[in-house]
Every structure is written in structure tokens, then in C-alpha cells.
């Protein structure tokens, strides 16, 4: 038994369940798992399809990325995995998928509009995208920079990743967390399907207007406030 | 043998076909059973998602929302189902659901207008889009008042329950409702279905138009009027 | 063994390939199958589902939609099934669904333009779309007439029931038919499948062009011209 | 144990694969799987069902088109395989498909644009459409001329075949390649899915723009270039 075996474990499930969900085809997504007192992360191996998964492919890797155990690579994508475990230090697990409704807004560069209360009981703004990166980002540490393009568009928005746990990066696909490995594939797998209930809100409706705000912050405050109560 | 159980065990079975049916992902959606003689319902409990659920974690409930019997919270919709079994009192089984063409004509806020006979073999009229509830109701007793916005839509339109058993809460969702569990459930896919239908049919023709009566009758009366005979 | 035992057979498992195919939900849809020497055709009971059936469950009906044969009733489109026999004397099995993109077309009341080689491979005209009934129609024999509306449109069009083996009824949904239930079935699941392509096909070019006259015919008499030799 | 077993068990293991993930209905389809030192290919019989294939009944093919081995009729697009080997010697597996969306941008006859990195991951170019065919080249050896329709616009593009692996036939329909029957089958399935994505961005923001270069070239160089890294 390795001390790293739990995370291991822990990512070797969250990410079967990506293609599960329908949020993945061959190998277009990841997931990892920190382990807050080790100072780690475990996350999927780089180009390994997911019918070879198995809990000891996962590789360990630190705050900064560098891999810490694991013969295998880690995914192309842990850098923007890694700074974003450094600068939020309450998330638990990150989901990256290139699912095709989320992806499909990234790619028109626009935030999802609030339409309704399944997107209410989850957070209360539009689900915000990035913009596309700088060309010097881009040339630069791309990964690395990919996670402070997250960071600072959440900043610039003044929205805490505690509450806004879901967001596009423009020209690229969705990136969602949470303070488990469940909630953030959760949280994932729910951008999909508002991403998709939006797109169709405006096919049917071209002059579709965001939900009112009483409405939004019922919804919300139900689910996640101090007297929350929600759950259907 | 508890004297529920037959009440239970007709709602977990009703519950469980709508992930089945692709009706709900996660929690998203409930359906109860209604006990006419013992004043009660089953429903599923908050928050328990389907792969978890057994019938001895169906809740018993009142028609005025009051737990009767179970270890678990209610789901989070139980009043607005209690209001509805307390005035329709022909109604034995409700079913909500955030399945995703019908959420998006409700987060559109327009009637599913009726282009066809898959639509006409269910109801004679366009399926109805109750507006946004007002602020005072969402500030007030919420799920209790959605009962009610769904009871005055209904009204304000004059059409029966036992005649239009299915319709949408703007900017939320559909709820359907049936003599039976199974009709209940039925009613949830036709809608999701006719959802789906009518907005390809929008998109394939922009001046597409509504079905003419005759059709519309010949139709609803071979499968529900006096003299029906209507099976595919 | 009763004399209609093959063809009760026949019918049950086509009847069973449309919920495989994705071409119907719950009881939307019906196969029959004729046998010509005895002058009758089997089909699906009215309002039995798909997992309920079996092959003595068919029924048994003579062309002019009297039944010969079963303990239960036939489907409501028995006799729409009927006027189609006796009118085409080379058909052998007959499909009706509400197949969700086909029936979109059909309540736009629009053909489904030829846009490609996909098309072309079946047909080399677009899938016509009979117009609405007449009141009249609608008020008599209704079933019977949408038999008649349907040899109406193709005599209209100048179109042989053996050259377009499937059309729309306006407002309605589609039908389709073949020498065999096979290939009846094998119809069917390609109009839906053009319909889906022709959908898309304008919603990303909207002046998208019907396919040119050479490339028509050149796919049509591969498949089914004197010289045929198609086959991916 | 032949000598072209081997061929006929990659071809066999590549063409199932069609069906599972949904890249065909029916006989909509077919892999080959080319041989280089015994100068032939394996490919799908004509007109057999998925279900019906084994490793056996992959017909052998020279490069001219003539059949070396086999009882069953080769596929009837074996011809437009053979020229594409004939003329590009390093492609390994070719495949072609009637993939739902990318058939629908045959169909409008436009290319498909580039639109985020999904696509960029895979291709720096917008996905090319070969314009339809002349009526000349319609009317001749009309497979055989299929092929040179997507050599010359490839070369009109000034595209190499070993960048761009996957295009549209104007009118028709998708057809990808590769160095191994994998990679082929991969690239039609990405080749659907980036047509799914683009057609779903142009909806959502019908100004949406040409992903820019300097991220087109930063995702193809880091999954193909000399210090390649990717893999998610």
C-alpha cells in the first residue's frame, strides 16, 4: 500500500465516470484529486484511453507540477491543474472535459445566460467565459498560463471560486471543481446539460431574457444557503 | 408489511423509470403515488440520487405537505405536489422532471404550440406555459406557491386537469400528472418528446402553423372521446 | 402451427427492430406484414408496448381491414395498412412510425430536399409530403382516407409506390413500406436518418442547393439501376 | 493461417468499430487497411451488415482496384481506396463514413472553420470540402474519380495528407485516414465530433470567428510537433 493509493483511487473513479457521463470521446477530458495534507494531486496519465485506466496509472504530482510519483506522464493539462490547486486552496478536484455543448459556447466566445432554475440551484450568474488568452501567454508557459487565465477571469468578475464552481475558457472548453472529486465531476457534468438547455432557450426563443433575480436567489439560497433545504 | 407499501412500492418503480427514460440526470426530477383513501402520498426522498433508492425510502405525506411516515426528508417539491393532490382530487400520481426540450420552452416562456397528431393524440391545445411566479409568491411559502401557479394557470386558460395533464412552470420546468403512476410517467416523456418535435418543426419551418381543428378533434376523440379506438 | 404462424412471426420481429432502431417511443409506431397468396396481413395489436409483444399477439387482417385472425384489436391504422395492400399489389410489409425528425418535417409541412448522396442512394426525388386532409376526409372513414391521401400524393407527383418507398402524411408522420418487412423497416430508418441530415444540412447553409441531376442518377442506378453493383 | 490475415483481423477489428461509435447505420460505411509490402488492402465486403462481418470476409485488393483474394464482392467504394493508396504511400487505413454531422457540412458544401482547439489538436486548417464532382467525372469510373477528387483538392489547398487526415466529398460525405487503422477510425470520429461542435458554435453566435493563429499553432505543435507533449 502506497500513502498516495486513496487519491489514486479516488481519480481512477472520477475520471470513468467522465465517459460515463457522455463528457468524453477517446481521450478529451481529465480529472484529479488533491490530497491537501500530502501537498499533492493525483491525475490521469497523458494520451491513455479510458478503457486502460486502472488506480496505479494515476500519477502524482505536486502543487507546482512536478510529478512526485508515477512512471507514466501526467496529462498535457496539469500545470493549469496545478496552479489552480496553489492559488485556491479549498478545492478538492478539478474536471476538465471538452464536452460539446460547453465547448460549443467557448468556441463562440460567450458567457451562458441565466435561463432558468436548473441553472439557479447551481450558481447565480451567467456561466462565465474566459477570453481568449494573450499571444505572449499562449507562447509562454501555456498551461501554466491557462490557470491564471481562469483565476483572473473569476477575479475580474469578483466571483469566488467557492461559489462559481464552473466556467469556459474562450476558444477552448470547460474546466469545473469542487471540494470533491464528486461534486466537481457533478459540476461538470451539469454545465453540460445547462450549456445545452440554454442553447435550445435561445433557438426557441430568440429575445429569451435571464431569469429575475428573486427567482435566481430562491433557487440558490434553497440549495446552498444557510437554510438550505433543497434536493428534489 | 407496513400499510404504505404498496404506495411506496408503486412510486420507487415510477421514480426509477425516469432516468430509464432519459428524463432526468441526477436528482433532477420526483414522482409521487397517491393513497385517495388514506389522504397520503409517496415521493422520493430529497436529495438520494436513483441508483440509491429502494422503496422503503419513499416518504408518506400528507395532502398538506406534513410528513406521515419515513426516515428521510421529503423531496424538496413535496409542497407544491401536496397542493396539487389537495385540489385535483382525481389526480393519482404527479411527476416532475427538468427534462431538457420542455425546460427550454419553459426557460423560453412559450406555450409548445401543437403542430401535429403526435401532439393532438394527448391534448387539443397548445401544452401551457404558466408565467414567472410573482416576487411576493417566490418570497413566500415557494413550492406551495408553485402549486398554485400551476392550479391558476390552468384555471385563467379554463382548461381541466383531467383534459390538459401536462404543462410548464416558466422559467423552471414541466410537471405532468395522470389517474396512474404509469400514465403519469407517460405523460412526462409524450411532453418531453412533443417538446422536441415541436422545436425542430419551428426550425425546419419559421411559418410553420398550428394544426387545424378538424384534425386536432379527430384525433384527441379516437383515443379519449366516447367512442374511442385509438392504439398504434 | 396456425397458416398465418410465418407471418405473425415476420411482424413481431419487425415490429420489435423501431424501438431497437430509435424510431419509436411507447406504442408510436406499428409494422405489418402481408402475405399475398393467403390475401391478409399480420399486425400490431392496438396500444400493446413493445416489451409486451409477442408473435401470437399479431393480428391477423384481410385487405379490406376486416380481421381474420387474433383475440385482440388491431392497431388503429389497421386500415390505412389495408388501402395501401390492395391498392399496391407488390407490397409485402408496411411501417409507420412517429420517428422525431421525419415527423418534424411532416408538421412543416414540407418534402425533405435532396441534398446529397445519402438521399440519392434510396431515392432520386425529394421525400414528398402529402398536404393535410380534407375536412371531409378527416370526418369520414379517417384511417382509410390516409390511405388514400397517401396514393393520392405519389399519383399527384407521377411517382411509383415501388421507385419512393416512403413519404410523409403532413401533420402527421411518416410511412414506409418495401417488398419485405425488412426492407420496410430498412426504409423507415433511413428516412429518419435523411430527415435528421436535411435538417442540418439548411441549419448550416440556408441556401443549400438540392443535389444536381448527374450525381442523382449516378447513385440511384448503382444501387438500384440494370448495372447495379453498390454496396459500402 | 493466409497471408493476409493479419490485414483481414486489423480491417475486421476497424470496421466494427464504426458501428460502436455511431459513426454508421446499416452498411452506411467501411474501412481498409492497406498492406504496403504486399502491396493490397483489406476491405468490407459490399453491402454485408456490421453484424454479419468476420475477419474472413474481408475482400484483398491491389492497388488498381482488382480483387486478389476473397469470395465476396469488395465494398463499392474500393476503387476511390485504392487510388488514395496508389498515390499517397504512407497512408496506412482509410475510412469512410456517412457520419451524421459531417455530412450535413458535405452537404452545404462548405468547409467546416476552425473553431476552437479540439479542432486545432487536430488540424491547423478549417476541415476542406472538395467541390462536387464534374458531370464528367460523374458519368465515367465514378468511384475511381472520387479518389482523385480528394487528391486534387487537397493539392489545390496546398494541403499534405499527412497533416490533414480527414476532408468532406461535396454532396456526399466524410472520408479520414491514417498511418494505422486506430488513427483512421479516430480521425473520422474526431472529424464528427468537430462537426457537431462547429455547427452548434455557428448557432450559438452566428458571428463567431476563426480560432487565431498563434493558439491554432500552439495545440497542433504541442500534440504533433518535433517537442510534441500533448495528451490529455
Redo the contacts between chains.
Keep these: 500500500m502506497g500513502k498516495f493509493d486513496h487519491l489514486q483511487q479516488e481519480a481512477f473513479q472520477a475520471n470513468m465516470q467522465l465517459p460515463q ?1 457522455h463528457l468524453v ?6 480529472v484529479s484529486v488533491a490530497g491537501r495534507e500530502e501537498g499533492v494531486f493525483a491525475i ?5 484511453p479510458y478503457a486502460e485506466l486502472s488506480p496505479d496509472k494515476m500519477v502524482i504530482v505536486d502543487f507546482d507540477g512536478k510529478t512526485v510519483e508515477g512512471k507514466l ?1 501526467p ?3 496539469t500545470k493549469t491543474h496545478a496552479v489552480l490547486y496553489k492559488h485556491w486552496n479549498k478545492v478538492g478536484s478539478i474536471v ?1 472535459t ?1 464536452s ?2 460547453a ?8 458567457d451562458i445566460p441565466i ?4 441553472h439557479a440551484d447551481h450558481l447565480t450568474v451567467g456561466i462565465p467565459c474566459a477570453p ?2 494573450s ?1 505572449k501567454m ?2 509562454g508557459d ?1 498551461e501554466y498560463e491557462t490557470g491564471f487565465q481562469i483565476i483572473n477571469c473569476l477575479k475580474s468578475r469578483k466571483y469566488s471560486y467557492e461559489e462559481v464552481e464552473m466556467m469556459l475558457v474562450g ?3 470547460p474546466f469545473a471543481w469542487g471540494k470533491t472529486a464528486d461534486k466537481a465531476v ?1 459540476n461538470a ?2 454545465l453540460e ?1 445547462v450549456a ?10 430568440g429575445k ?2 435571464r ?2 433575480k ?2 435566481i436567489h ?1 433557487h440558490f439560497e ?1 440549495k446552498h444557503g444557510p437554510d438550505s ?4
Design positions: 457521463l470521446i477517446f481521450t478529451f477530458g481529465n490521469k496519465p497523458s494520451g491513455v506522464r496529462s498535457s493539462d476538465h471538452h460539446t455543448y465547448t460549443a459556447w467557448a468556441q463562440a466566445l460567450r435561463f432558468g432554475t436548473t481568449p488568452m499571444d499562449i507562447k501555456y476558444n477552448h472548453a457533478y457534468a451539469v446539460e445545452r438547455m440554454a442553447f435550445l432557450t435561445e433557438q426557441i426563443n429569451a431574457k431569469l429575475k428573486t427567482l430562491k434553497r433545504y433543497y434536493g428534489q
